[in-house]
């Protein structure tokens, strides 16, 4: 049964020459149903705006639907990192710390999502990392069909969950080729052709990168081919004779994966707003139940001659179907303010605590200290820089009112005449 007001999930995957559209649907055994598979082609350069404009015409996604974008593997970098149990209470300042001994770029640079469990008295910490502004050139060509994305992640991944079996996923071939290794509950190696485009081999690339797959630990028993083309299978009969590829021709009907938990998933609207959708998903299903039960009871009305409890049953079904239609209303212009405020707010903060931190910092750092880089996050501040004495830089940053906790982040390393420092200042 067809129910379009339900809010429902869309996996688009984005391919060498097209966009695969799966329209998917989960039981009430938390099973999830392929109800519908299209493609729509890519412009002659790749352009996805296209596609996403003829989908949104097909389709008609709702505000409320989930729209899960795969994206080629190269737009993602995986940190898997280890941290105490006690990382568990301040958990997202933890990684961003930890993720600057990863990450050579300013975080802010990035669409990021940590997803964490416990493991041998510690927690084992995945994060997966997106580059924001070329995520957002993809948020822009959903934008213009009036589209918002919900998440994003790299479109190999979930097709190892589909299928669910250990093994070797290739894919791609004329213009870019990636794999991953999978054991049936995580990735163990991904990689992806990173050649200048005029330079990329695919069979280089596989004789590069499955001995590094091996190294895993993982034996390879089987190899998973999705949208490869044929020099591409010739390529892995050659080098792994022993495990013949296997072409995905179709996707399985059914499967089981949890959206929500999926950890290489980058979510792109705030978990606020993602509770007041699946709040809402829950008053729409317990509608629908009602409706439901009073069609069932319609024969036994029927059958007692109880016309007139049938009569009110219905005018309080058109009162619910009117009041459903003014809430959603409501809710909709509610989520724009909450949005609008939660970005004034923030922006107004950063702002006010911004400027007093740089005029904090012009007024007490000496005059023969030069500062390469700043950053500040949450109430920390992260300094770089050159000075004739880095202890005289800590000492003043110790005797301002507006700082505490003054320390290095990392030894002094003294070139000439100055000294290079990393500083790292908690606001008061």
Not at 54 to 62: I, L
Not at 81 to 91: D, F, G, H, R, T
Not at 172 to 198: H, K, N, R, V
């Amino acid at each position: 049964m067809n129910l379009p007001w339900l809010p429902e999930t869309k996996l688009l995957l984005v391919r060498e020459r097209h966009l695969a559209f799966l329209r998917l649907r989960r039981s009430l055994g938390g099973k999830v149903r392929i109800v519908e598979e299209r493609e729509y082609p890519l412009g002659p350069t790749g352009d996805l705006r296209g596609a996403v404009a003829a989908m949104q015409r097909n389709h008609r996604p709702r505000l409320d639907d989930l729209l899960l974008l795969g994206l080629p593997l190269e737009l993602f970098t995986v940190v898997h990192c280890s941290l105490p149990l006690a990382a568990a209470e301040n958990l997202e300042e933890a990684v961003s710390y930890e993720l600057m001994r990863h990450v050579p770029d300013d975080l802010e640079t990035f669409y990021w999502r940590s997803y964490c469990r416990e493991e041998n008295d510690r927690l084992a910490v995945c994060v997966t990392l997106a580059e924001r502004a070329r995520v957002d050139g993809y948020k822009a060509d959903f934008a213009a069909a009036g589209l918002n994305l919900t998440a994003v992640f790299p479109a190999l991944f979930p097709l190892a969950w589909m299928v669910n079996e250990p093994g070797l996923y290739v894919s791609g071939g004329e213009e870019a080729c990636e794999m991953l290794l999978f054991d049936s509950t995580e990735i163990l190696f991904q990689a992806w052709d990173g050649s200048p485009a005029g330079e990329r081999d695919a069979e280089s690339f596989l004789a590069r990168s499955l001995p590094l797959a091996e190294n895993r630990g993982a034996s390879i028993e089987k190899i998973f081919c999705w949208s490869t083309t044929p020099a591409v299978r010739t390529a892995l009969v050659r080098l792994k004779p022993e495990a013949a590829p296997v072409e995905i021709t179709s996707l399985p009907e059914s499967f089981y994966l949890n959206w929500a938990e999926f950890p290489y998933s980058i979510d792109l609207i705030s978990p606020e707003v993602m509770k007041r959708r699946r709040l809402w998903f829950k008053l729409e299903a317990a509608a629908l139940a009602f409706f439901l039960v009073s069609l069932l009871s319609l024969p036994l009305a029927v059958v007692a001659g109880k016309g007139h409890y049938l009569a009110r049953v219905e005018t309080r079904l058109a009162e619910t179907r009117r009041e459903a239609e003014k809430l959603k209303d409501i809710r909709q212009r509610n989520r724009e303010l909450i949005e609008r405020f939660e970005a004034l707010g923030r922006l107004a903060r950063e702002h006010a605590r911004t400027i007093d931190v740089l005029k904090e910092l012009t007024e007490v750092i000496p005059q023969d200290a030069w500062l390469r880089s700043l950053a500040v996050k949450n109430r920390r501040i992260y300094l770089q820089g050159t000075s004739k004495s880095a202890t005289t830089v800590v000492k003043a940053l110790e005797n301002s009112p507006l700082f505490k906790e003054v320390h290095f982040d990392s030894p002094v390393v003294k070139r000439g005449g100055s000294e290079t420092f990393k500083i790292v200042v908690d606001l008061e």
